[in-house]
């Protein structure tokens, strides 16, 4: 294998793990709050990549040909539109069965992305086929010894980068941030205090599907194309990343999808068996990992309650 | 004369059932279809507010079972021109079998099963390549995708008995993907165009013959059928069975505390592995016979999206009761099918439909109910 194929495989490779990272983060967040999965999250992930390519459309049909207005005006209204189906989600799905058993609230997110899904299908013109997602960013090319780096991906990925660090600092050093904290420590003890716990659980809802509605943008940019079913696949990921890590932990969730990726880059490069078995080969190391540490690679401090 | 009026009563039960079910399959009109669908969810709604399945004097659970199953019989020998209607009994009656195992493993043990799709499809599979390439009688073939299931299911169960809650859903949900990514990618199971299968033969019995019995003939399916109402007879018992003996016992006390039953000197991991097992191998022979009848099997029937409609049948009948099970079963096979306005939207149906059910009515159509240890009566 050349060395330029190798550079075009990690490329890939870091790609992937920021989108699955961006994932993670946003399930990790929310098992913060409210100690659940919310399994919704990838469809909530390609209800942003939808509403991007729709505005998009929007602004070609307005005649707005400036890429730069396109770019900000696509990134910031699929924010908005994403964040509120999030809220909305935890308002009327989640938290109405907050202290239900936990397989409820598993399957009614479920089923609640499965709505959404099928809402893309049924609903967006032509939702049942593949979309191409127009290219938004600078295609310019630097050719290192037969490997070719874009500008766009570079761009996505230094995004995603920010956007991750971002949130961290959000959450380390805001009072809003601090709420968060709180709240995911000890919900009676936080609202003693005085902070508001339904809104905090929105907010933070909000936040995480902001996060995945530009993970959903970046897929939409990096292949070109979105898909109503894009988001089982790349939830299902988020989450195993997420899981991998360590639930509720923010470094462990980038570790997890940046591992994730890894793991298909490995699986499609350096195994001897087709690189079609890529993804059975990932699933399989994350279903050996769970027998191996259960509660994720940074284990969940908590003991078993009596 | 209790047990009389009981008799009576169940009978009367089940025979209103199959006249419904019959009545549901024969309509041919939209406006009669909407017509049934609205007399059963008034039916359904008188009953749950007068309690009237609880005030109805009880019957031995075994005449309810047999009523039940001549019931099936008489709808099926009614229906016996009609190979539509006959294919979509047959379906029910399979997809009930696969919802038995994962009710073993869900509703009893507390296992959360989210491949079962995937083990369905192993028994598929298993039927499929084993009548291409070996003269084993059929009804052993049946058997071996039952038992393949299981022993496929034993690869995941080291994970499953380790972790609890999320974690435990992610093993099973990534094994489904990890199974339908395979059945894809693997060019000798078929690929993405799968593969076909041939007829059950027993002996001199061909079941793609029509049925001709003196003077009685009838479609090909009622071969499939009495075949699957044997299976789903012997399902049904084991279930039953499991439930009654001190087995279900211990199943229960697993499911409602791992910490208190361990105490009690329960082995849970011991019987988490049983219970799953048991539901792998339930779920491996329905796909085996559901193949055989189909004729054809593929990646895209054994998704996650089918795992997700399996559990959300158990959850729609009542998690733990296997009436609740066949209940849910007979809707969301036979509903979508006869509603044609519902057939495009009928994922969009099941999901908001659960997600209503999780919201307003968490304990599903028939909840299970109270374990009696001693006899009160």
Redesign the interface.
């Known amino acids: 294998m050349t060395l330029a194929l190798l550079g075009q495989y990690v490329m890939n490779g870091v790609m992937l793990g920021m989108m699955y990272a961006l994932v993670a983060v946003g399930f990790t967040l929310f098992?913060g709050v409210l100690d659940i999965?919310q399994f919704s999250h990838g469809d909530v992930l390609a209800f942003g990549a939808f509403v991007a390519l729709a505005v998009w459309a929007a602004l070609v049909k307005l005649g707005v040909a400036w890429p730069a207005v396109q770019l900000v005006a696509v990134v910031v209204f699929s924010a908005l539109a994403t964040a509120a189906v999030g809220a909305l989600v935890a308002r009327f799905?989640v938290l109405?069965?907050k202290g239900?058993p936990?397989?409820?609230v598993?399957?009614?997110t479920?089923?609640?992305?499965?709505?959404l899904r099928?809402?893309i299908r049924?609903f967006y013109p032509g939702g049942s086929q593949p979309q191409r997602f127009p290219a938004l960013l600078p295609t310019t090319g630097y050719d290192l010894g037969g490997f070719n780096l874009r500008l766009d991906n570079l761009i996505l990925l230094a995004a995603g980068a920010l956007l991750i660090a971002g949130t961290h600092l959000f959450i380390t050093r805001t009072r809003l941030g601090l709420a968060i904290r709180a709240v995911a420590q000890d919900e009676e003890t936080a609202r003693t205090m005085g902070i508001d716990f339904r809104a905090v659980v929105l907010f933070t809802f909000g936040l995480g599907s902001a996060l995945a509605a530009f993970a959903g943008a970046m897929d939409g940019l990096y292949y070109n194309e979105v898909y109503y079913g894009m988001g089982?696949?790349l939830g299902?990921i988020g989450?195993?990343s997420a899981?991998i890590g360590g639930?509720g932990n923010l470094y462990g969730a980038v570790i997890g999808g940046f591992l994730f990726a890894a793991l298909q880059t490995i699986g499609a490069v350096a195994l001897p068996f087709?690189s079609?078995?890529k993804?059975?080969f990932a699933?399989?190391v994350?279903?050996?990992l769970?027998?191996v540490r259960?509660?994720?690679l940074i284990g969940e401090p908590a003991s078993?309650r009596? | 004369m209790t047990r009389l009026r009981g008799a009576l009563g169940a009978a009367a039960v089940a025979a209103l059932c199959a006249l419904y079910a019959w009545a549901f399959l024969r309509a041919e009109s939209q406006s009669a279809l909407a017509l049934l669908v609205l007399a059963g969810v008034a039916a359904g709604a008188v009953a749950t507010r007068t309690r009237l399945l609880e005030k109805l004097p009880p019957a031995p659970e075994r005449l309810t079972q047999a009523f039940a199953l001549l019931a099936v019989a008489g709808l099926c020998i009614a229906l016996h021109e009609d190979d539509f209607s006959l294919l979509l009994v047959a379906r029910v009656l399979i997809v009930v079998l696969a919802c038995l195992g994962l009710h073993i493993q869900l509703g009893y043990a507390g296992v959360?099963n989210f491949a079962g799709a995937s083990f369905f499809g192993v028994g598929g599979y298993t039927a499929a390549v084993l009548t291409r390439s070996t003269g084993l009688p059929h009804l052993l073939v049946l058997l071996a995708g039952g038992a393949m299931a299981a022993l496929v299911g034993t690869l995941?169960v080291?994970?499953v008995l380790?972790?609890?809650?999320?974690?435990a859903?992610?093993?099973t949900?990534?094994?489904a993907?990890?199974f339908r990514?395979?059945l894809e990618?693997n060019d000798s199971l078929g690929g993405p165009q799968g593969l076909k299968l041939k007829e059950i033969r027993i002996g001199p019995w061909r079941f793609n013959d029509p049925v001709e019995l003196g003077p009685f003939s009838g479609s090909f399916y009622l071969n499939y059928l009495a075949l699957l109402l044997l299976l789903l007879a012997l399902g049904w018992i084991l279930v039953q069975r499991v439930e009654r003996s001190w087995i279900g016992i211990d199943l229960d006390a697993v499911r409602l505390d791992e910490?208190a039953a361990s105490t009690f000197g329960i082995d849970v991991a011991r019987w988490k592995t049983v219970a799953f097992t048991l539901g792998n191998f339930l779920a491996g022979v329905a796909g085996a016979a559901s193949a055989h009848m189909v004729g054809f099997i593929a990646p895209n029937n054994y998704s996650?999206?089918e795992s997700?409609v399996l559990?959300?049948i158990l959850?729609l009948g009542g998690v733990g009761n296997a009436w609740g099970v066949a209940l849910a079963a007979a809707i969301v096979v036979i509903l979508p099918e006869k509603l044609q306005v519902l057939q495009?939207?009928r994922?969009?149906l099941?999901?908001?439909m659960?997600?209503l059910i999780?919201?307003f009515r968490?304990v599903g159509l028939l909840p299970r109910r109270m374990r009696r240890l001693v006899d009160t009566a």
Request: glycine share 6%; net charge negative; proline share 5%.
């Open positions: 098992f999965i799905v109405p069965l239900a936990s397989l409820n598993l399957l009614v479920l089923m609640m992305g499965t709505v099928e809402a049924l089982l696949l299902v989450f195993a899981i639930l087709a079609a078995y993804d059975v699933f399989a994350v279903i050996v769970m027998a259960p509660t994720g078993e009596v | 959360l995941i080291v994970p380790r972790t609890r809650g999320h974690y859903a992610l093993v949900i990534a094994f993907l990890l990514t395979f990618v910490t996650f999206g997700l559990v959300s959850l495009e939207y994922f969009l099941y999901a908001g659960v997600v999780l919201i968490p």
